[in-house]
């Protein structure tokens, strides 16, 4: 038991759910279950207003509507905001599930003054109203900027090219160079790669690739697998071959010593000391994302190529440039698991990349597009092309 207790507090998810609601409670200066639903519209609105979200918004009057700047005076108008799909994955979520940890399970009754105070009509009216007024700002929703292929070549040619010092630096920079030649093959979520145990991992026979199963993931979380295979692309991809990246980074792991009969494929690693002798430790746990995203942006800082990319720019990057190769959308949406067509259009986003001046419907369909699918597209948002094809 206490295991399971360690294990379910000790996820990220609990421990910012419980950070929330420790805010919340010293914002309300209030005993937890004497609060009601103005208590937590009036903790969100104060976390909206605080200045510390990235999105600017500009009041339907204000003379700089549209810009992306703050240059008019912070007030209760123009400002600072948090994205609504921010606000509401950041704090009316969290605070909902945090409630429902305490037992108030049930939607919060404004004439009893019972149930979940975060789950109330008042804080779903606000949630509406800051999508009303970011909408009417001209604000759209922001994705990650992809990072297509030649990109990731150069970064990649570049990572392989580095005189590090030590075996711990070479091995970890093998690591991330297999890490994102994975991800980017077959668009996936860098948190879903790093879950792979290295025994779920086979050799295609003859050499032909390796067979993956994912087994837990964002989107496998009812006991449910997703396997496929990556095939050797050397002769037309180079050194973004995936297979051959992951296998450079497994035969210098098992030369210090690892063991991947055991463990996961993506650990983390650390280089300790014993009697004057240094050597590389793998560590039981899984790889953190956060650590293969500031890996990621060092990477591309240092490469000269860095332009906002998060560690999500490869699964918007890895599907476009294959779709723009001609690789059938089906086989794309296979892998990277997405079952809906509207699914993968929203990452990537074929009526800006493929179709910037028009609809070509020969492109659709050599993609493996139905023409109805464009009618399920109407409301996708059209950011990506904004500063290659800007009308004025």
Partial sequence: MQYFYKQRDG????????????GLIEFCKKDVHSLVDSDVLRFVVSKDMDGSGRTVVHAADCEHLGRDDLICEPSERCGRRHASDS??????????????????VS??????QEGN???SKLVQDYLDFVKKEQGRAGITVKQAIPILREKLRKLISHMRSRRLKGNFKNLRNK??????????????????????????????????????????GKTLRKGNNHMFGVECSCDTYGVLCAVCRIREFVEMAKTCGWNFDEGYLFSEMALKKENGVAFIVRL??????????ADFK??????????????????????ISQVQEGTHLSEVMYKAYWKNPKTAMHYIKLLEVMCPRGINWEAFEAAGVPCTTYHEMNNMPLHLAVKNWRAF
């Fill in 284 to 293: 039981p746990e899984k790889l953190k994302t956060w650590k293969v995203a």
């Fill in 117 to 119: 105070p975060a789950d």
């Fill in 298 to 319: 060092s990477d591309l800082k240092e490469a000269g190529l860095y332009e906002r990319e998060t560690a999500q720019s490869f699964r918007a990057g890895g599907a």
């Fill in 175 to 216: 690591r991330n160079i297999a890490l994102y030649c994975l991800v980017f093959a077959v668009a996936k979520r860098v948190d879903d790669a790093t879950n792979v145990v290295a025994k779920n991992v086979l050799d295609i026979p003859n050499g032909g690739g390796l067979l993956f199963n994912f087994t837990w």
């Fill in 11 to 22: 996820e990220q998810y609990s421990k910012d759910v419980r950070r929330v609601m420790k």
């Fill in 107 to 112: 939607v919060w009754n404004p004439r009893t």
């Fill in 87 to 104: 606000l509401r994955s950041g704090y009316i979520s969290k605070l909902k599930t945090g409630f429902r940890n305490l037992g108030y």
